[in-house]
């Protein structure tokens, strides 16, 4: 579980605590970074540098068990692989805990549930690489 600040789900100055959360790191030509994030009130897209300031704040001012870790995953490789079905989205007796996207599922022809190779911080698992919070 991680704290993010500046999300549309908690208005004044206190996080959003995720179990995981997406975003899109975007390098552009020019080598200004921007992030993508549906769920923030920061501009759209967001500079790398405005983001990190002010979403992620600084590890030094958060309890060591919420400091984030990351998994970057290529653009190519998410859209290819990843598959949800949003059982995660449930509660025990099959009720949604908040109402579902209004688009499809997402799937693969391998796979229609494979969240937990994405958000998994094991390196051995899943796509892409996993980072301790090093985003610099």
């Known amino acids: 579980m991680i704290p993010i600040w500046k999300q549309q789900a908690r208005s004044g100055d206190g996080p959003v605590i995720w179990d995981y959360h997406v975003v899109l790191l975007h390098v552009s ?11 923030t009130v ?8 405005t983001y990190v300031e002010d979403a992620f704040k600084s590890d030094e001012d958060i309890h060591p ?19 949800s079905d949003r059982s995660h989205m ?36 899943g796509w892409g690489a996993t980072d301790d919070g090093g985003l610099q």
């Open 90 to 125: 449930k509660d025990s007796s099959g009720n949604w805990r908040e109402p579902p996207p209004s688009y499809p599922c997402i799937e693969t022809g391998d796979s229609k549930m494979n969240l937990n190779d994405f958000i998994n911080m094991d390196p051995e698992v």
């Open 65 to 83: 068990q919420f400091r984030r870790k990351f998994r970057v995953i290529r653009a190519d490789s998410y859209l290819k692989n990843f598959a």
């Open 42 to 49: 920061l501009p759209f897209p967001c500079p790398f540098d």
């Open 29 to 39: 030509s020019g080598g200004q970074s921007f992030i993508y994030d549906l769920d």
